[in-house]
Every structure is written in C-alpha cells, then in structure tokens.
C-alpha cells in the first residue's frame, strides 16, 4: 500500500530556496508539464494575484477560500510574485519568491496567515494518471485551531462508522490512505461524509452534506474558517484542478437574516417561521432594518403587514436560509402598489480590503438603472466601478476596494438622454461589514428618488 506522505512546510524557502527533485528524477510519463495552483488560505485578505516576473502564462487570482486554476508550465526554477491592487489602483506586492515547479508534479502555493503579514507555503505531489478511483490530501488554514481529526464514511453510514483518516494541522499537508483498498491503494470514486472532531475526542464539531466524489484525480481538502457576515465555525473547501472550489458548511450550521422596510411612510409588522416554528412577529418603521437574526436553516414563510393599511399585505412567501448563508430580505412596493419583498444572500467574503456591495432597484418608474461609484478624482464617464442595468425588483452585485465613494443612479431613456434619479455626498464604504444599497421612491428628494445605504 502507498505509505501516507507528509509534506513538511517550505517557508525557509525565501532564504535557501527548494531542494525538491528535477524533472530528470521524475518518471512519470503521464503527465510530461508541470504545474501549479494558488489558494487563497487567508480569512482577512483581499483578491491576490499570483504571476510570473517572466513567463506571462503564470497567471491567476483568487479571494478567501477560492483557488486559481491549474497552470501549466515549462519545469523548473521560475520567479513569482503575489500582489493586490490597493484603492489607488496601486500593486502592492506581497511576496516575491523562487518557486521550483518540476515536471510531472503539482505544486500548490497556499497563503496563510494575517494578510498585513502573509505566510507562503509550498506543496507538491507527483500527479498519476487515474481510473475509477482518486486521491485525497488534506491540510488546515485555520490558524487559532492547532489541528483536526479527520473522519470519513461512505455515504449514509453514521459517524460510528468513520474511519479516522489522520489529524491534520495548521499549515501541514498530508495524503490520506484509503481504509478499504482493492486492486490499489487509493479512494474508489463515490459518495462520501466528511467529519471533524477535536483531537482525541469523538465529539464532532463538523459534518458535511454527502460529497460525490467524481473526478479520477487528485482531490486536497482545505479546513478553514468561515468569514463574512455570519462566521460561527469552519468549513470545508475541496480543491480540484480548476478555479471553482467546492465549499462544504457544516449540516448542523445555522444561517441569519436582516430585514429592511423602505416604505417611506409606513411601518410594517413582518415575520419569519419555519415548518412549526413561530418567531415573534417584528415591528419596523419606515426606512429601517433590523439587525442580523440567527436562526436554524430551513425554509421559513415571510409575512408582512402595512400597520396603516391592513389590506396591504403579503402571506407565505417562501425564504430559504441554507446552512452558512446570510440573507437580506428587502420588503418594498411593486409597480401596482402592492407590497412584495426582494431577497438575496448576502457576501461570505471578508470585508476587509475588498468590498462585494450588493445594489437593489426598487423603483418601479425605471429599469435598467445604472449606479456609479464615483471616486473623488473621478467623474460618472470615467468612474472605475458600477453596476449597469439593474431591473426593477432586481439585485446585482460589484466588488470594489474600500475607499469613499459618490454614488450616482442614472436612468437612460430611449433617446439617450440620461435622467438623473439621486447622487449622494462622498461616502465611506471602508467598514468590514457587508454594505447594502436600494434605489428608492421618495416624496423628501428633490428627484422624487433617493439612494440608501444599509450597513
């Protein structure tokens, strides 16, 4: 059987650089290129890019809990630089190293750590061609959690079932060795549940929804902690050979929401319950939002009631809160005035360097709105950032840096002549928060319309 492999941590790299094997000592003829991947393991960082200082094709950016796609290239000693684009849309580089990629072989360069500060490691492994079968490494990001155990079943089997597979430390990088080989060592493509214990505990603090596992190749499983608006434990990330990560809550994870009413004149009675389930109704003035609520994920019923007008209502509006998520819930007035409600996920992604602002027309006069984000030394011609043609009752989102922002709607009518719906002061959008903006009617502007900012 395959002996399970370590992988020690690189980061004397920067002074003595690597000592891993050539090309000449690698014979594997399946895979002939080298290559390498870049994960993003760091829980306050911005969207980082990895390139090369030479070789244009070394090229690729992730955020938190995401991965670059695999990149092929010639082996061998190649020069490689880590940056982030500040709100200047200045390059500040965060790393510069020598990086051996040798052929055959997969590297993986994984940031961990406080970004103001970042630690770069590199992992390899030989890639083998597969059949009907793959391979699992796995490695910790969490950085105030020593380590892991790590369980895995067949799917459907309870944890008493598990089968320890190896417990897994920060910055440390393991292969796990399948407990039931046949013909080989490695897993057998299916279904499978992962679980998290502490060490030496049989208490366990996580356990994913089943994982098909379909892809004859080389699977690492990423524990890291969760971030954005709701961060309440860890989560399970599975990188493959490509820039989409598949992320994995915890199934007992509970989700949140918030509400805001933008009637400009009237409360509203609102409420959210699941199956049996009755919360206390909530009481919301005009143009306010409650603050995040907690709850177990479902499928909850929204009602809403005007408190001037009971005729003006909505009943069993279906809301899904997945495990993990964090759900806005918009409560506004369709083009017929009648009441109706708009909702969203809101961003898992730290809000510290990069800002995923979500903007909501809610003014029925207008489709297609446009929002500049417009920046002191900027006009709405040559504004960097902004969502186009957001429809009515429709959400869209951007990502930006933080930085202090004018905000401007304007609406295109047909003959090209740009209406102006509202424009605000310079604003901060610099908290690490999740920022909400609405497009709104409103009989206090001079326009008839108004820009909020919810925080």
């Known amino acids: 059987m395959r002996s399970k492999v370590s992988f020690a941590l690189m980061g004397i790299v920067l002074a003595t650089g690597l000592t891993a094997c050539?090309?000449?000592?690698?014979?594997?003829q399946e895979f002939s290129s080298a290559y390498i991947q870049f994960y993003n393991g760091s829980a306050n960082s911005a969207l980082t890019t990895m390139r090369g200082t030479e070789k244009s094709t070394i090229r690729g950016s992730s955020s938190y809990g995401d991965s670059t796609s695999?990149?092929?290239?010639?082996?061998?000693?190649?020069?490689?630089?880590?940056?982030?684009?500040?709100?200047?849309?200045?390059?500040?580089?965060?790393?510069t190293r020598d990086v051996d990629i040798p052929n055959g072989q997969k590297t993986l360069v994984v940031m961990t750590g406080d970004f103001a500060s970042p630690t770069f490691n590199e992992y390899r492994f030989t890639r083998e061609e597969l059949s009907d079968h793959f391979r699992l490494f796995a490695m910790s990001v969490v950085a105030d959690q020593s380590s892991y155990d790590l369980y895995m079943s067949e799917s459907g089997a309870p944890f008493e079932q598990a089968n320890l597979l190896a417990t897994v430390n920060y910055e440390g990088f393991e292969e796990m060795e399948y407990w039931a080989p046949d013909e080989v060592d490695d897993f057998n493509e299916g279904s499978y549940t992962i679980y998290l214990t502490e060490p030496g505990s049989t208490d366990v603090i996580f356990e994913s929804n089943t994982i098909t596992f379909q892809f004859a190749t080389e699977y690492v499983l990423i524990i890291r902690g969760s971030s954005g608006a709701l961060q309440s434990g860890v989560?399970?990330?599975?990188?493959?050979?490509?820039s989409t990560v598949s992320n994995y809550d915890d199934v007992d994870a509970s989700a949140q929401y918030r509400?805001?009413?933008?009637?400009?004149?009237d409360g509203i009675t609102v409420s959210l319950n699941g199956n049996g389930d009755t919360n206390p109704s909530v009481d919301l003035a005009a143009n306010?939002?409650?603050?995040?609520?907690?709850?177990?994920?479902?499928?909850y019923r929204l009602t809403a009631t005007s408190n001037s007008d009971a005729t003006l209502n909505f009943n069993n509006r279906l809301v899904t809160l997945s495990q993990g998520a964090s759900k806005a819930i918009l409560i506004y007035q369709n083009e017929n005035d009648a009441l109706t409600s708009l909702s969203f996920n809101e961003s898992?992604?730290?809000?510290?360097?990069?800002?995923?602002?979500?903007?909501?027309?809610?003014?029925?006069?207008?489709?297609?709105?446009?929002?500049?984000?417009?920046?002191?030394?900027?006009?709405?011609?040559?504004?960097?950032?902004?969502?186009?043609?957001?429809?009515?009752?429709?959400?869209?989102?951007?990502?930006?840096?933080?930085d202090f922002y004018e905000l401007v709607a304007?609406?295109?009518?047909?003959?090209?002549?740009?209406?102006?719906?509202?424009?605000?002061?310079?604003l901060g959008l610099n908290e690490e928060i999740n920022y909400i903006i609405t497009i709104e009617?409103?009989?206090?502007?001079?326009?008839g319309y108004k820009i909020s900012l919810l925080k």
């Open 22 to 28: 050539s090309s000449s000592d690698d014979g594997n």
């Open 70 to 95: 695999l990149i092929g290239v010639d082996g061998g000693f190649t020069e490689i630089e880590f940056f982030r684009t500040d709100s200047d849309d200045q390059e500040v580089i965060l790393e």
């Open 235 to 242: 989560e399970v990330d599975l990188v493959l050979n490509s």
């Open 259 to 265: 509400i805001y009413n933008s009637l400009d004149n």
């Open 288 to 299: 306010s939002k409650t603050d995040f609520t907690e709850v177990q994920f479902g499928d």
């Open 348 to 402: 898992t992604q730290p809000q510290v360097y990069d800002k995923q602002v979500v903007a909501a027309n809610l003014v029925s006069d207008f489709t297609d709105v446009d929002l500049y984000f417009v920046r002191k030394d900027e006009t709405i011609e040559s504004a960097q950032y902004l969502i186009s043609s957001i429809d009515f009752g429709e959400s869209k989102t951007v990502t930006l840096p933080s």
């Open 410 to 426: 304007v609406f295109d009518d047909n003959e090209d002549t740009q209406v102006l719906l509202d424009r605000t002061v310079l």
């Open 441 to 447: 009617e409103s009989l206090d502007s001079p326009t």
